[in-house]
């Protein structure tokens, strides 16, 4: 219980491994676009105060273990983080001011794991998708 977080009367530990994909597999996320994207995805997050354990962004998708208090549904955090990130990526980086009516980033849907017994070997294979 040495990893476990407090909120008022609660002790918990609630970790995901999430996988999001691009609409249509564009390669998009790298450079300093991959860059501005993580930071968006940081700022969505402290916002919420969820944990970014680890986290990797390759061409055309992205791997984050993350932290999720437990007053939070996955599927809510999930369609928080894409919402939000597609609507900011769409005016900072792609330069759509404001029409957002059929202007997707993500593709729909996502990959989503808890990280029990396990989460060392789930953070090690986070970070190999590095090389």
Not at 67 to 84: D, N
Not at 102 to 123: K, M, N, Q, Y
Request: charge should be positive; proline fraction near 3%; hydrophobic fraction near 35%.
């Amino acid at each position: 219980m040495k990893d476990w977080q407090n909120v008022a009367q609660v002790k918990w530990e609630c970790k995901y491994h999430i996988v999001f994909i691009t609409k249509y597999r564009k390669k998009m996320l790298y450079g300093k676009e991959g860059k501005r994207i993580g930071e968006i995805l940081q700022e969505l997050c402290r916002y919420k105060r969820i944990g970014i354990l680890e986290g990797h962004v390759m061409p055309d998708y992205m791997h984050m273990c993350l932290s999720i208090p437990p007053k939070f549904s996955i599927s809510m955090t999930i369609g928080y983080i894409k919402g939000k990130s597609a609507i900011k990526i769409n005016r900072e980086i792609l330069g759509h001011k404001r029409q957002f009516t059929g202007l997707h980033f993500w593709a729909p849907g996502h990959c989503v794991s808890t990280i029990g017994l396990d989460e060392a070997a789930i953070r090690e294979y986070v970070k190999a998708k590095k090389n």
